[in-house]
């Protein structure tokens, strides 16, 4: 009866989730416009937070940071039903093109209707990027931390390690200096070490058995290495979906065509032309790009049967977000206690300075994929940009419109 009370925040997770288009940096665009400027269930300093810790951990940011504005409204219950709601559209999406694998078309995969997501979804990042830098951005050493992430971000966008790497820099930066952040005192909380001990026997209980069964080429292999390999996937990829796609096409697709494994029939194996599919699909589509573990695992047991591809959906959807929810919510305790300290607050304000900057090329990053075809299309595209980032900024609208909004463009030119 207690979570009756949330069902308006669940509601807005579920829209969120069916409009979120342009991976973990567009989402914190529409996240501060719904859950902050509309609905205030965390303010703009909590939200940048929740986003820097995520972005220290593997998988999923976008997922983590959503999760942990659920559990800051209603503990683990709410939190679990925030990610539920989240993630399972775009799985179910995801999956469900599985099935339908055989009847697309890759070069049709994006619609008239889409053509102006792209510049959308810069937009939302040019939204985001204003807002935090009202936030983070006081003085100067913020602002040089800003300007080289930026810089280094752009050039080393498709990097995994260039995201912590930063982050830990920034923090180190800002504690060069003697100017004390006045230390707020908040009660610690209680870190609950189950999470991590979960986490930590699934990762190696899914290890092991999967390793047992490729060893004897047990007949029914493939859900284990399904598993361990989305599994491991979720808990050690940095850098979002631009990592956790080349990754899998390496363990999916490179690696059976291997002289060693080319003549195996009882591994997981995925064609090229349905892998690229599947990933172009997955940036077509709302939520997050970590849905594509969804269809991956759809393809992986197809040759099983119905029942098993199903299976094989339920597993890629599993094992890539339940890394993420066991990490952020095991470190966000020990997070919340260590911010008692001046040295962390003096550090949150080159982290967050790095964000601001990473948020800032990720937005010029994404223009490079904007047409620029012609004038007319030129003049479209950025003024979808600007209609967007002016609705968020200036008017009242909730996001989902302004999504429907630039898919009603899409589909009148």
Not at 354 to 377: H, N, P, Q, R, W
Request: charged share 15%.
């Amino acid at each position: 009866m207690v979570l009756l009370r949330h069902i308006p925040f669940l509601k807005a997770v579920f829209l969120h989730s069916i409009t979120a288009f342009g991976g973990p940096q567009g989402h914190l665009g529409m996240m501060m416009k719904t859950f902050v400027h509309r609905r205030r269930d965390v303010t703009e300093e909590e939200l940048m937070d929740y986003n820097a810790i995520c972005q220290m951990l593997p998988g999923a940011s976008s997922t983590q940071t959503l999760t942990l504005i659920g559990y800051k409204r209603g503990g683990i219950p709410l939190a679990a039903l925030t990610l539920i709601i989240w993630i399972l559209p775009a799985c179910c999406i995801m999956g469900g093109f599985s099935f339908l694998i055989d009847d697309i078309q890759s070069q049709s995969i994006k619609a008239n209707m889409f053509q102006f997501i792209q510049p959308m979804t810069v937009g939302f990042l040019a939204y985001a990027a204003f807002q935090a830098f009202k936030i983070s951005i006081h003085n100067t050493i913020t602002r040089v931390i800003m300007v080289i992430g930026a810089i280094a971000t752009y050039f080393l966008f498709t990097t995994p390690w260039i995201f912590p790497i930063l982050l830990i820099l920034g923090g180190f930066v800002t504690n060069l200096s003697s100017k004390r952040i006045p230390q707020k005192e908040e009660p610690p909380q209680k870190i609950k070490w189950w999470n991590l001990w979960l986490f930590a026997a699934i990762f190696l209980l899914a290890g092991a058995s999967s390793e047992l069964a490729r060893k004897n080429n047990l007949p029914n292999r493939k859900p284990l290495n399904l598993f361990e390999n989305t599994y491991r996937f979720g808990s050690l990829v940095f850098g979002g979906g631009n990592v956790l796609i080349p990754m899998m096409y390496e363990q999916f697709v490179v690696r059976p065509e291997s002289p060693a494994r080319a003549k195996q029939t009882n591994i997981i194996r995925i064609d090229k032309d349905d892998f690229y599919t599947g990933a172009g699909i997955a940036r077509a589509i709302p939520g997050p790009v970590f849905s594509v573990a969804s269809f991956m695992g759809g393809i992986a047991l197809k040759d099983k049967g119905s029942t098993m591809q199903l299976f094989g959906c339920i597993i890629g959807s599993v094992a890539i977000f339940l890394p993420s929810a066991l990490l952020v919510l095991f470190f966000f305790p020990i997070w919340h206690n260590l911010k008692k300290y001046v040295i962390v607050y003096r550090a949150l304000e080159g982290i967050n300075a790095v964000v601001v900057g990473i948020i800032i090329a990720s937005c010029f990053y994404m223009m490079k994929d904007v047409s620029l075809i012609d004038v007319k299309t030129s003049i479209l595209n950025f003024g979808v940009i600007i209609g967007v980032w002016a609705f968020l900024t200036f008017s009242r609208l909730p996001s989902p419109v302004i999504v429907f909004i630039c898919m009603l463009l899409g589909w009148i030119f």
